[in-house]
């Protein structure tokens, strides 16, 4: 339950009690901070508190904006404060104070007048992080005297709240085709969904069901099929940007919709590569390597972002020769396009999936889509390593962390990195390529069946463990755990390729699928401020050096059950990352977020 509370003397005339309860709060009224005081210690002790000032004269929205947003433990716009459960007793320690302190003339309280502001003053004085939304031209103010009040209420009713909402539910960043393409009206169906009751959760539900029939028609392997599947893909799409719009709109952010967020564009985009291998293999045509190449290539390509970005998550502005070009061809409209369409975006890429899906043939769209991804993964990597190359920035300690958890290091390099740190004398992203590079070389140049990737999986074991002996603060140590990704997902590929069972392709994409979740489920936990996932999780699965030995070790000792190998250990994997992430995401420390970065 929500409480308002409106202090001062009522204005006559003023609509703000109402729109409070539009807001979904039982409103009381106190004359002053005393008054006030002893209403908020009969409000239960859970449930959102806000203060509002009786003057208050803005927009609806803005209100909206500044009490309602479940991301942040307070809130405040001018006029108005809010607190959740863990700032409550914050909040009564400031009003108890406002209420004890003598007002100019002797009084033994002061008026409600400005309470809410001092409020919100008071909280940020003890450390709490008080949330204050860019209300860009929304009204939010407390006039005084009449005509500033009139002034104040043509102020409102000449800007159109709805407008704003509707244009604020947009991501600030996208790509051109969802800019252009999907939210002129997605936008549209977000507020239909909101009128109606619509959750996030369940506009997202239904648009991982519409991927998954996608994918379903694509397996058919017939022409209709194919036209269906793309369609479909399509609306999906449509309705996950509509899921984040509702969100926005609404502010109906959860730890639910965060995990169902970061985690179904990946399980509908994979779907569907499973879908059009199926129905490829229909028609005759086994793909499945292409497939799990688009797979690992796209995983690979987020990593690299992931990794980047937090290690640079703690540094001040980029001032190295290469921001200032991106800056200054940022001031130039079609570039700022064309370089978000060069990166591939999920709006582009799935349109791009969809029409080829629709008017060509699988293995056409896979190729296609590996060699734009290849592309666009060049383009973004070159930049990448250009700005920290010519960035004299200090890694900090939670950058440094942060690499280390994204490295998926697992007990066998726990284990050897205390006996190889005083060899560690290559910078670790040299040690890591030069594993990733022996372990792929030997696998892909041995004949099958020979000891050659076993021998290559003990040197990518020892380089992997040499690479992260020491903190990855240098200035390309990001590049660590893309490296690390992509060894783990290019043998297991290589391997699944010259098996002699064709289901081992099938149980390869899998299993990578599965390691692929616990690298994304990393990846949000650390964004939300939540850190890695336990230890325990990680050793658990073995980490990436363990996972790559056992699979060349089952390669070796067992071909003609590999399929199954693989097939046990994808579900093993999956069953016990799945079980976590949902424990931990459900769960009350979860991070309420919604992702305003970059497309993915």
């Avoid at 000032?53 to 609806?60: E, I, K, N, S, T």
């Avoid at 939304?133 to 005297?145: H, I, K, N």
């Avoid at 564009?265 to 005759?284: I, N, P």
Wanted: aromatic residues 6%; glycine residues 10%.
């Amino acid at each position: 339950m929500s409480t308002a509370i409106v202090t001062g003397q009522p204005v006559p005339g003023s609509p703000i009690e109402g729109e409070l309860r539009t807001l979904g709060f039982d409103v009381r009224t106190a004359s002053d901070a005393a008054e006030a005081a002893a209403l908020l210690r009969t409000v239960p002790a859970t449930g959102r508190v806000a203060l509002v000032d009786a003057g208050f004269v803005g927009h609806l929205h803005a209100l909206r904006l500044g009490l309602t947003d479940p991301r942040f433990p307070a809130g405040a716009v001018p006029g108005a404060v809010t607190v959740q459960d863990a700032s409550r007793a914050a909040l009564t320690r400031a009003l108890e104070a406002e209420a004890g302190r003598p007002a100019p003339g002797g009084a033994a309280v002061r008026t409600g007048t400005g309470l809410p502001d001092r409020l919100a003053g008071a909280l940020e004085a003890e450390g709490v992080a008080v949330h204050r939304p860019e209300l860009g031209s929304l009204v939010a103010r407390v006039p005084l005297a009449p005509q500033e009040r009139s002034e104040a209420r043509q102020a409102v009713a000449a800007v159109d709240d709805e407008a704003i909402r509707l244009r604020t539910a947009v991501k600030s960043r996208d790509g051109f085709f969802t800019t252009y393409c999907i939210s002129p009206y997605s936008r549209y169906l977000a507020r239909w969904c909101a009128r109606r009751g619509l959750t996030p959760n369940q506009v997202t539900t239904a648009s991982l069901l519409t991927a998954l029939i996608a994918a379903g028609c694509a397996a058919t392997g017939t022409r209709a099929g194919f036209v269906a599947a793309g369609l479909l893909l399509l609306f999906s799409f449509v309705l996950d940007c509509t899921d984040g719009q509702l969100a926005r709109y609404s502010l109906q952010y959860s730890t639910l919709g965060a995990w169902l967020d970061a985690t179904f564009d990946r399980a509908k985009e994979y779907a569907y590569y499973a879908g059009l291998a199926l129905g490829a293999a229909r028609g005759g045509d086994d793909v499945w390597a292409l497939a799990l190449g688009a797979m690992a290539l796209q995983t690979c390509r987020h990593v690299v972002d992931f990794s980047f970005n937090e290690a640079n998550h703690d540094a001040e502005a980029n001032t190295s020769p290469t921001a200032a070009l991106s800056g200054r061809l940022d001031s130039v409209g079609w570039t700022v396009w064309l370089r978000r369409m060069i990166v591939l975006p999920i709006g582009e890429r799935w349109a791009l999936i969809a029409v080829l899906t629709a008017v060509t043939t699988p293995r056409i769209t896979f190729v296609v889509l590996l060699i734009g991804c290849a592309l666009a993964a060049a383009y973004t990597t070159a930049g990448r390593l250009l700005r920290s190359l010519t960035r004299k920035a200090e890694r900090t300690d939670r950058a440094a962390q942060a690499l280390a958890d994204l490295a998926d290091t697992g007990p066998l390099a726990e284990a050897l990195t205390p006996r190889l740190r005083p060899f560690a004398k290559l910078p670790a992203p040299a040690v890591a390529a030069l594993g990733g590079v022996i372990l792929v070389a030997v696998t892909a140049l041995t004949p099958a069946g020979s000891a050659g990737p076993l021998l290559g999986a003990v040197a990518y074991v020892l380089c992997s463990s040499l690479a992260v002996s020491r903190p990855l603060t240098g200035a390309l140590d990001w590049l660590v755990p893309p490296f690390f990704r992509a060894a783990e997902y290019g043998v297991i590929l290589l391997l699944a390729a010259r098996a002699e069972d064709s289901g081992a392709l099938p149980a390869a994409f899998g299993l990578v699928a599965a390691v692929a979740y616990h690298h994304y489920d990393t990846v949000y936990r650390i964004r939300g401020g939540s850190g890695a996932p336990p230890r325990a999780l990680v050793r658990a699965t073995g980490g990436h050096e363990g996972r790559v030995l056992l699979v060349t070790a089952a390669s070796l000792l067992a071909p003609s059950g590999f399929t199954v190998a693989l097939t046990v250990l994808a579900v093993v994997v999956a069953l016990v990352v799945l079980a976590e992430s949902i424990r931990f995401w459900v769960s009350a420390g979860a991070p309420a977020v919604h992702d305003e970065g970059e497309p993915a």
